[in-house]
């Protein structure tokens, strides 16, 4: 059975930098062809993809937020870090990390951990 | 970037058919996967590929595996169906993932 569960702060300032950790079981990032996305959720609005990396080290990041994101992952702790800098209170959400594979083109999040809700605020 | 409209809520008599779309170009030629977001919980997938199930999820649930809009259809709509549904691609001309702006499914 996979789970996954998202740690981290609930409240950071803004222009802080969030630092998010998944910790997850069931499978290993040392697998061939898995991988773990990160993907938001503002109250009240849809989902966002954000970040993914697979076991070899691959990663992508969304187009509109790529330059405040960096994924790495510690396969001995079966972890996946997001930090993503600068925050602002638009960057207040849910934060869920899931797992996936490849292809990407087949791509699909299942399961999800249980989303942590971070607010941006001073 | 790629963009994938659904209605923003549809409306549905408990034991009828709810059916749910999907827009966006050129999405028959790509797997569609779609999500159940029940209320204060995380999603929980429903359909994949278009139309292929997870070991779990009822019968009930079905997805349209070509053509355009993709659907996701559900047959005798129970009260627990009530829940929000989004649906998700892979873009390859910005190598990213895609969910649509979601269907809040209300059991009248």
Known sequence: QITLKESGPRLVKPTQTLTLTCTFSGFSLSTSRLGVAWIRQPPGKALEWLALIYWNDDKRYSPSLKTRLTITKDTSKNQVVLTMTNMDPVDTATYYCAHTHVPAAKGKFDPWGQGTLVTVSS | ?108
Do not use: M
Request: hydrophobic share 30%; proline share 7%.
């Open chain 2, 1 to 108: 970037s790629y963009v994938l409209t659904q209605p923003p809520s549809v409306s549905v008599a408990p034991g009828q058919t709810a059916r749910i779309t999907c827009g966006g170009n050129n999405i028959g030629n790509k797997f569609v996967h779609w999500y159940q977001q029940r209320p204060g919980q995380a999603p929980v997938l429903v359909v994949y590929d278009g139309g292929d199930r997870p070991s779990g999820i009822p019968e009930r649930f079905s997805g349209s595996k070509s053509g355009s809009p993709a659907t996701l259809t559900i047959s005798r709509v129970e009260a627990g169906d009530e829940a929000d549904y989004y649906c998700q691609v892979w873009d390859s001309s910005s190598d990213s993932w895609v969910f649509g702006g979601g269907t809040k499914l209300t059991v009248l």
